[in-house]
Structure formats: C-alpha cells, structure tokens
C-alpha cells in the first residue's frame, strides 16, 4: 500500500484501507493449572465399576495404653490395666514410653496385666494412666508347643466414581464465519471448557465429599467423589490441640511434628506437602533469616522448593484450590486418580435440533487414596 501521509491513531472505521491489529491469539485470565494432578500423574489402571474398590491390611500393633488409675507401690503392684489386652501374650517383654524400666509380662487377663516389675535388673518406676507401652517382643519357651495365631483382618476400602459434563454449542452461522485467533469455533470450545473440568476434577479431588445418603447416585441423586481432605482421619492436627507445637503460622516445628508422627504410625513415605499461596510464603520464610546475598548479586530469591528433613524428602506443591488455612501432607504412592473404564474425558457429538452444533464433554474419575494414616493434615493455621 502506498504511503497515505496518516498517522495510525487516525485509523478506524472511517479508514477501511488499514488493517484491525489484533494478535493472532487468545489468552485465557482465569486459573487452569491443576499442579496436584500433574505431580499424581497418569494412573497405571482404570476403575470397573461406579465403586471402586481396594484392599488395605496391617501389621499386628505393638503399642498400647495403660487404663489403670489405682497405682500403689511400684515395688509391689504388678498387675494393671490396658486399652486391649489382646495385643500381649505372656512373654512379653513391654516398656512404658519415656522409661527405662523393662516388664515382662507372666499373665493377660481380659485387659489386666500381671507382670514382672524390674525385668532384667532395671529399675521400677511409677506409671500413670493413658501411659504408652511398647511391646519389644515375644520370648518363647524352648520346646514349646506353637503360640495360638493370631492375625489382621484385611479391610475393604472405596470411593464413588462422579461424573463431570460440559455442554458445547455453536451455531451454523458461528462455524462458517471466521475467527479472530482461531480455525474452529467448536474446537476451541471443546479446549475451553475441557480445561474448566479438569481444573474441577483437582478441586474435587482435595476438597470433594462423599454424600451420607444415597452415595451410589442414581437419576435424581448425584453420585459424588470423596476428597482427600476428607478422607483423612489419624493424622489430622489443628492449631491448639495438645501437644502440637504453639502458634498459628506454618513453620518448621509445626512441619517437622506433623511428618514425626506419620513415620511413627506408619509406612508412608511422605513426599509432597500440598498449599496454598498464603502457607507457601510461610515455607518460604523458613530460611529467610539465614539468606545471605554478594555485593554483585542481581537475583534475590525467596523460594523454598523442595524440605528434606529425618523423615524424607518432600516437594512442595503449591494449588490455588487448596483452603488456605491448611496443609497437606501426602505419599504420592499411594494416591492415584483413577477413570472409569471408557469414561476419561471426551466429546460426544450430540444431534442437533436447529442451526447448530452441539455435543457434551464428560468424564467419570474417582479418587483412590490408600493407606490414609500415611497421610497428614494441619488446619486452622493463620492466613492473614
């Protein structure tokens, strides 16, 4: 085109001969990361049926509580209570948490120990109820006749599959015409609002719940997923309970408690600490006091990553759909998000009854979260 001798914020609708200047793509605002999942990753097999089921099993405990108030002389009293007394065999040898008395248990009656005060030239000590006890191990008589069995139950464990749908229309007169940034309205419909159902498969995957009634859904009942936040139940701690450290803010106390006592009850091998924004700046802070930067640094740096303490190595992740008053704690190998055979997401064209196009996107998944006293929780922290 020859030069017109106009400037361009002249241009407009008065001047067909120059171009819209509009950018060959479209950029989406709204969040659609799904970093959780991302880190999950593919399952490696697919859920058979709207319930999905697993097995879970565990070792006989070797731990216990005294639930005997009436103490008298340690020297003298050798018989107490306990929380289950099916947990002990005689030949026993326990230890209450904290001392350095070893007993040796010589009868178990219902929930009543007799014992052995003093056992192998330690000292008795005075016991308290709610009182820990270990149980080291068995000592078997030489030539003896077999020990009657004992063993675990295996539980069964499930989740509810939920179906998520997205509709897609686009009239004729759409299609045919063209786009600013793209090839394909219905295309870039079915992208859209693909991204909007996996952002909610994550969302619902932390914060999702079960329904009391009525769980396996039907025409008028939806069927819905239980989440991860619910699911938890042995290693969930808040701000104020006994014994978890003082203070509202995430810090490492706070961490390093909640990854002790998983280890302690359990085989899990955390590996991801899951937040939000708010708590991931408060883990970011941990190190903050000890940074220390040269005279030529340009770059300052306030990001902390990766934990690694005595109880492994865990990546922290952080989700816009976290609440954020919490933190999750997590074995990532033990968690998986599973579709139902034939249902992960897709588009299924639908008949149209006019000048359009339309279809329905859907995809059916269920959360398989194995072992939950591998997991943790914290909640109530601080957020302002």
């Excluded at 009543?112 to 009182?131: H, I, K, P, S, W």
């Excluded at 302690?264 to 939000?276: A, F, H, Q, R, Y």
């Excluded at 989700?319 to 579709?339: G, H, N």
């Amino acid at each position: 085109m020859p030069f017109s001798g106009k400037a361009t914020y002249s241009a407009g609708a008065t001047l067909p001969e120059l171009a819209e200047d509009v950018a060959d793509m479209i950029a989406i605002m709204s969040p659609y990361e799904t970093p959780l999942l991302d880190a999950l990753g593919d399952p490696l097999r697919e859920a058979t049926s709207t319930h999905h089921e697993w097995l879970e099993d565990e070792l006989l405990p070797n731990k216990d509580v005294i639930a005997d108030a009436t103490w008298t002389d340690p020297d003298v009293d050798t018989q107490f209570d306990v929380a289950h007394g099916s947990r002990f065999r005689i030949g026993d040898q326990i230890q209450v948490e904290g001392s350095e008395e070893l007993m040796s248990v010589n009868a178990v009656s219902g929930n009543t120990l007799t014992v052995l005060r003093g056992y192998a030239g330690t000292v008795a000590e005075n016991l308290a109820d709610g009182q820990v006890i270990n149980i080291l191990g068995n000592a078997g008589l030489e030539g003896d006749d077999k020990p009657s069995a004992r063993f675990t139950y295996r539980a069964r464990m499930g989740n509810y599959t939920q179906i998520f749908t997205k509709a897609v229309e686009v009239s004729g007169s759409d299609m045919a015409a063209k786009q600013l940034g793209l090839a394909d309205e219905m295309d870039y419909q079915k992208q859209v609002r693909l991204r909007e159902m996996v952002r909610d498969l994550e969302n619902t995957v932390i914060n999702g719940g079960k329904p009391v009634v009525d769980p396996q859904g039907s025409g008028t009942a939806r069927r819905t997923m239980k989440g991860i936040i619910q699911h938890l139940a042995s290693n969930v701690f808040r701000t104020g309970d006994s014994g978890f450290p003082t203070g509202n803010d995430l810090d490492e106390a706070k961490v390093n408690y909640v990854l002790r006592k998983i280890w302690e009850l359990s085989s899990g091998n955390v590996d991801l600490i899951v937040v939000g924004g708010f708590q991931k700046r408060k883990i970011n802070a941990f190190c903050s006091d000890s940074r220390s930067y040269g005279a030529n640094d340009k770059t300052f740096t306030d990001m902390v990553g990766l934990y690694e303490s005595d109880f492994g190595v865990c990546r922290v992740l952080t989700t816009r759909w976290m609440p954020q008053d919490a933190a999750l704690f997590l074995d990532s190998s033990r968690i998986s998000v599973l579709p139902l055979t034939g249902r992960s997401f897709h588009f299924k064209p639908l008949a149209s009854g006019g000048d359009y196009e339309c279809g329905e996107l859907i995809g059916e998944y269920t959360l398989e979260l194995r072992n939950e006293a591998a997991h943790g929780l914290v909640r109530n922290l601080s957020t302002n």
